[in-house]
């Protein structure tokens, strides 16, 4: 071998090519003390033993201790990829758990059916719960509490309307403020199944309504997740600089990690109830049927321009009317195409009939030549 690797499972593997022909056979490994093995884990040893050994510049140095030296440093080698293998398991176990969170309730959506519908409802009312505690503060005052703002945020993001908001005598606490928006956004979640269901039964699709959930909840999902995925990959490289500051910068990611998808979960909770409370479904009517054949070899007619529009590029009305005398010739029953007389129209436009040779292509530019062509009767 011409150098000692940094793991020795590769020098072993080495090794043992030639006892696998049948050969128990021997190992012999050059080295240079310029190697990177070397160089960085023995260069202070290999220098002491040079000097007591009075070793000179080319010489070969053999011996068991450089064998235990180089072993040595490839243990300190393996045991340094070693942790780091291991820090980066520790580190994509973070993301690997937020991970099982998500996908658990993406398959919720998937499967739709009850258990799709639950989580909506629970989803939709911690929504609404979380908007009503953000906009009233709990230790102020009842009579200074901002219930005509919270009713328009309320309107606004959920199209939801709750009486009862601006009735103090109805809605003393805070509490009640919670249970009273919950109330109106579970019976929002209801009409919207009911609409739904009533627009499939249109249409004759039965299932619109679990459809429409569970589209909804995807396209939630797999927006605030790619997202979030790269917010943690910006994490990630910026977190090692906490160890200026005399912090883990494992601890440190697994902590920020953590309030970002607790803040992912509530971004996703705002903006499903949003959208679906807020959706509308249609039916599209259906395509155009395609245009018929042509079943003609004559020039295509040119398509009608809209009534009500201008076509800057089309010609006038007077020309588009009435066709040329050579285009009713071509388009006369019986008539022969135009392109059967190519040297007949270069005359009549007016000049000359060049000269062509018999092996040059044909005018009429049907790509053979004059000879093969309009030449062959001559």
Known sequence: GTERHESRRIDRQLRGRSGRQGDPGSSLFFLSLEDDLMRLFMADRVARYMDKTGAEEGEVITGKLVTRAIESAQKRVELQNFQQRKRLLEYDDVM?????????????????????????????????????????????????????????????????????????????????????????????????????????????????????????????????WKDHLYDLDQLRNAIQYRAYGQKDPLVEYKKEAFEMFEDLIRDLRTTFTERYLKVQVN????????????????????????????????????????????????????????????????????????????????????????????????
């Not at 054949?293 to 588009?320: K, M, N, Q, V």
Request: glycine share 8%; with cysteine; proline share 11%.
């Open 283 to 378: 039916v599209d009517g259906p395509p155009p049927p395609p245009p018929p054949p042509r079943t003609s070899t004559g020039p295509r007619p040119a398509a009608p321009a809209p009534a009500g529009t201008d076509d800057l590029f089309a010609p006038p009305a007077r020309e588009r009317a009435a066709p040329t005398a050579a285009q009713a010739a071509a388009s006369a029953p019986g008539a022969p195409p135009a392109v059967s007389t190519g040297l007949g129209r270069l005359g009549a436009a007016g000049g000359d009939v060049p000269e062509v040779g018999r092996n040059e292509p044909c005018p009429c530019g049907s790509g053979k030549k004059y000879k093969k062509c309009h030449g062959a009767a001559r």
């Open 96 to 224: 690997n758990q937020q991970r099982e969170v998500i996908y658990s309730l993406r398959l919720f959506a998937l499967e739709r059916g009850e258990e799709l519908k639950a989580e909506a409802r629970k989803m939709i009312a911690e929504a609404v719960e979380a908007a009503v505690t953000r906009a009233i503060d709990a230790g102020a005052e009842p009579e200074t509490w901002d219930r005509e703002g919270l009713a328009t945020q309320l309107a606004m993001n959920y199209v939801l309307t709750v009486d009862a908001m601006s009735d103090p005598a109805a809605t003393p606490t805070l509490p009640s403020l919670v249970e009273a928006a919950q109330t109106e956004a579970e019976a929002a979640f209801q009409r919207k199944v009911q609409y739904l269901k009533d627009f499939g039964s249109r249409i004759g699709i039965g299932d619109v309504d679990q459809q429409v959930l569970s589209q909804v909840m995807l396209s939630v999902i797999d927006e605030k």
